[in-house]
């Protein structure tokens, strides 16, 4: 079992709709959480990054962590054109280095 | 304010000829690591230098080596390039969270 599964996707919705992102992970121990976003033809910029279990939220993007289920989410309210982009989820590995999901390719629709 | 700065942004190789890509930095960052992306694969660790003087393998070295130079620049190369070593390359930085190059379009034919 890889240690982070993703999604790839693609995903397409409507403007100003609610988008769920969902990565899996495989060990408990995992404490730190991070989504990364990437438009096309850039490097990955990191979006939200949370410790531990909860909830996490900035403006439009809410990240969640599900310890006991070892389920992480990105919720994104009011999508806009501009939230297209792969979105990446990273857990900080047992080997000291972060460890990526595959991403999962967003399009928002006008 | 550069962040993490990577040359060149592009290249095309032919199968044998070496390269080096170069990163820096500018966040007095200790950690600094090189990722190569491809499709349906995701990210995955080639090195990563925890402080300078020191380098360490990640998941798919074989075929790259690593330079930490100094603090600030943390170097990949190619000795002799193959076709599978086509990819993008990112560099990154930083301790927690990362900062990401805008990445190198390697190709090789």
Redesign the interface.
Known sequence: QKEVEQDPGPLSVPEGAIVSLNCTYSNSAFQYFMWYRQYSRKGPELLMYTYSSGNKEDGRFTAQVDKSSKYISLFIRDSQPSDSATYLCAIWGSQGNLIFGKGTKLSVKP | NAG?TQTPKFQVLKTGQSMTLQCAQDMNHNSM?WYRQDP????R?IY?S?SEGTTDK?EVPNGYNVSRLNKREFSLRLESAAPSQTSVY?C?SGA????????TRLTVV
């Not at chain 2, 927690?96 to 990445?103: A, N, P």
């Open positions: 993490v690591y349906g694969m995701g990210l660790l990563y925890a990640g990112f990154a927690t969270g990362y900062t990401f190059g805008s990445g």
